[in-house]
């Protein structure tokens, strides 16, 4: 594969100019992830085993005693909406990220049957799927720091950290640490999968029989590295959420 074939697969089907440039790719294998996450999850509700679950149940059912327990053990709060989000994000970035060990040239390839010039089929490497979703969970933590502490949530920033009488420098603390929070969410995981795209990219510029062996062995990694960001992702937002429900600020 030649460098302008790596440049033509690290281009997203896209309409539309500048802030109104819509990733169509990104937007389309996104909604289909989580059309499969929302059917698993009612087929398998709809067959639930009251004995000893086996299969996708038994996954599923797994990756919920998991999750609860991560949230019971951080912090000693009750929030019934904390484990729910942190389990649908959790799947469904698994479930994009997933998309990555995927031959790069294989969706472009399909794309081109129907006219498509330019396909990504990972939304985790773009931008706009990880900034979004880690926008989302930050205006879910700042509803929350709402619902638990009312307006009184907004005193922080007046008197945190350096007191009342620093309040211009401690809203200006304040805010740099509210916005790194979703900063750090979306730009850790894009940064992770984009180089991981990358590197398939780059491998598939050997020989076949050097792609084959490499190749084999990078997706492993890879596998590797698509549970670990989904689970940062998950316990950075478990963390962010518990944290929303503490009456300390």
Do not use: C
């Given at each position: 594969?030649?460098?302008?074939?790596?440049?033509?697969?690290?281009?997203?089907?896209?309409?539309?100019?500048g802030?109104?440039?819509?990733?169509?790719?990104t937007?389309?294998?996104?909604w289909?992830?989580?059309?499969?996450?929302v059917?698993?999850?009612?087929?398998?509700?709809a067959?639930?085993?009251?004995?000893?679950?086996s299969?996708?149940?038994?996954?599923?059912?797994g990756?919920v005693?998991?999750?609860?327990?991560?949230?019971?053990?951080?912090?000693?709060?009750?929030?019934?909406?904390?484990?729910?989000?942190a389990?649908?994000?959790?799947?469904?970035?698994?479930?994009?990220?997933?998309l990555?060990v995927?031959?790069?040239?294989?969706?472009?390839?399909?794309?081109?049957?129907?006219?498509?010039t330019?396909?990504?089929?990972?939304?985790?490497?773009?931008?706009?799927?990880?900034?979004?979703?880690?926008?989302?969970?930050?205006?879910?933590?700042?509803?929350?720091?709402?619902?638990?502490k009312?307006?009184?949530?907004?005193k922080?920033?007046?008197?945190h950290p350096f007191g009342?009488?620093?309040?211009?420098?401690?809203?200006?603390?304040?805010?740099?640490?509210?916005?790194?929070?979703?900063?750090?969410?979306?730009?850790?995981?894009?940064?992770?999968?984009?180089?991981?795209?990358?590197?398939?990219?780059?491998?598939a510029?050997?020989?076949?029989?050097?792609?084959?062996?490499?190749?084999?062995?990078?997706s492993?990694?890879?596998?590797?590295i698509i549970?670990?960001?989904?689970?940062?992702?998950?316990?950075?937002?478990?963390?962010?959420?518990?944290?929303?429900?503490?009456q300390?600020?």
């Amino acid at each position: 594969m030649a460098s302008g074939d790596i440049a033509h697969h690290l281009v997203n089907w896209s309409i539309g100019e500048g802030f109104w440039t819509f990733n169509l790719d990104t937007i389309v294998m996104g909604w289909v992830m989580a059309a499969i996450l929302v059917i698993t999850a009612m087929v398998v509700g709809a067959r639930l085993q009251a004995s000893v679950p086996s299969g996708m149940q038994n996954w599923l059912e797994g990756v919920v005693d998991f999750i609860d327990d991560l949230v019971q053990g951080s912090f000693p709060v009750k929030d019934p909406l904390i484990a729910p989000v942190a389990i649908t994000v959790f799947l469904w970035i698994l479930l994009m990220n997933s998309l990555d060990v995927i031959p790069a040239y294989l969706p472009g390839m399909i794309a081109h049957w129907f006219g498509i010039t330019e396909f990504r089929i990972t939304p985790t490497v773009n931008l706009n799927t990880t900034l979004g979703v880690a926008i989302a969970i930050f205006l879910l933590m700042v509803a929350t720091n709402l619902r638990v502490k009312g307006f009184s949530y907004f005193k922080t920033y007046l008197t945190h950290p350096f007191g009342i009488w620093l309040a211009p420098m401690n809203i200006i603390m304040s805010l740099i640490e509210e916005i790194t929070k979703p900063l750090s969410l979306g730009l850790r995981l894009f940064g992770n999968m984009f180089a991981g795209e990358l590197v398939f990219l780059l491998l598939a510029m050997l020989p076949w029989w050097g792609e084959l062996v490499m190749g084999e062995v990078w997706s492993l990694f890879e596998s590797l590295i698509i549970i670990l960001q989904a689970f940062i992702f998950t316990v950075l937002t478990v963390v962010y959420l518990g944290m929303a429900n503490m009456q300390d600020h």
